[in-house]
Structures are given as C-alpha cells and as structure tokens.
Nanobody
Framework: QVQLVESGGGLVQAGGSLRLSCAAS????????MGWFRQAPGKEREFVAA????????RYADSVKGRFTISRGNAKNTVYLQMNSLKPEDTAVYYC????????????????WGQGTQVTVSS
C-alpha cells in the first residue's frame, strides 16, 4: 500500500505559479499510476492530470492543458504538479491519487488518496 501526503498549496494572484508535491510512502510507488484531482466548493471532484508509472505518458484536463505539468521522481517517491498562469477558477482543494493497476484519468480514480491541499487564486 501507499500513503500520500500533498504539500505546496497556498494563496496566489491570478497569473502566478505554484508547484504541488505529493510524497508517497511505500516501496511500490514506482509501479503506481499517479494523478491529481481537484474539488471546488459545491462541485464534484474533477480530474486534472495523470502520469503513468514510468513517466512516459501524461494526460491533462482540457481546462489546464498548456498551463499545468505533471511529473514524477520515482527515486524521491514524489509526484509534482507545476501550475502556471493560474486563474481564479483553479481555486480548489487539490488531491493526489494513485493506483497500482488502473490508468488514472477522466472518470477513472485510483484507490489511494492524499488529504488534499488548498489552492486559492485571487483575481
């Protein structure tokens, strides 16, 4: 099993950048597909980005494509989400998600979740 802990959230002005990190415990992290989801108040949790176990394949929601970049460092058991050109509509709690089998993506959530980190973008 893997335990996930997010960090890096905060308050930023529109147009700014943040980098989220998700630290994983467990020796099998390198075999997990990983992803980021977000949930704004009153809305359902939505897919943001995903990366396969090797880092060779990534997927993005249309709303963040070209602005966000997902990456992973298997040696450090960490997955990152670099967020640039942030918009007020990116405000949400961001959750790290992982799974040893499923290919995480829109409509496909893995079994393991972090506790979430708040991102607030002011206009």
């Amino acid at each position: 099993q893997v335990q996930l802990v997010e960090s890096g959230g905060g308050l930023v002005q529109a147009g700014g950048s943040l980098r989220l990190s998700c630290a994983a415990s467990g020796r099998t992290f390198s075999s997990y597909a990983m992803g980021w989801f977000r949930q704004a108040p009153g809305k359902e949790r939505e897919f943001v980005a995903a990366i396969n176990w090797s880092g060779s394949s990534t997927r993005y929601a249309d709303s963040v494509k070209g602005r966000f970049t997902i990456s992973r460092g298997n040696a450090k058991n960490t997955v990152y989400l670099q967020m640039n050109s942030l918009k007020p509509e990116d405000t949400a709690v961001y959750y790290c998600n992982g799974d040893p089998i499923l290919q995480i993506g829109p409509g496909v959530k893995g079994d393991y979740w972090g506790q979430g980190t708040q991102v607030t973008v002011s206009s």
